[in-house]
Nanobody, 117 residues
Framework: QVQLVESGGGLVQPGGSLRLSCAAS????????MSWFRQAPGKERELVAA????????NYADSVKGRFTVSRDKAKNTVYLQMNSLKPEDTAVYYC??????????WGQGTQVTVSS
């Protein structure tokens, strides 16, 4: 059974940091590109950061470049999103996504991040 379980969300003040984790199971983690998306109330889901299956390539939304870092640990089948210098506009539900070049595509249940003073 495929599972993507996000954790690490919460309430943080502007300028603070959080690290999200996404633990994967039920599929061959090393064969999947991993991404983080987010969806704020009333807005469409948007790509935040992505990392290739081997971990050698990453890309980021312009709005988070220089503040967020995506990484993966193949030994733990886990992908991370380190978020620094958080802003109120980063408030959203953050989702983990696994994607294979053949089209297989899995989603986690999401974790809430709220940036507020």
């Amino acid at each position: 059974q495929v599972q993507l379980v996000e954790s690490g969300g919460g309430l943080v003040q502007p300028g603070g940091s959080l690290r999200l984790s996404c633990a994967a199971s039920g599929f061959t983690f090393r064969s999947y590109a991993m991404s983080w998306f987010r969806q704020a109330p009333g807005k469409e889901r948007e790509l935040v950061a992505a990392i290739s299956s081997a971990g050698g390539n990453t890309n980021y939304a312009d709005s988070v470049k220089g503040r967020f870092t995506v990484s993966r640990d193949k030994a733990k089948n886990t992908v991370y999103l380190q978020m620094n210098s958080l802003k109120p506009e980063d408030t959203a539900v953050y989702y983990c996504n696994a994607r294979h070049w053949t089209g297989d595509n899995y989603w986690g249940q999401g974790t809430q991040v709220t940036v507020s003073s």
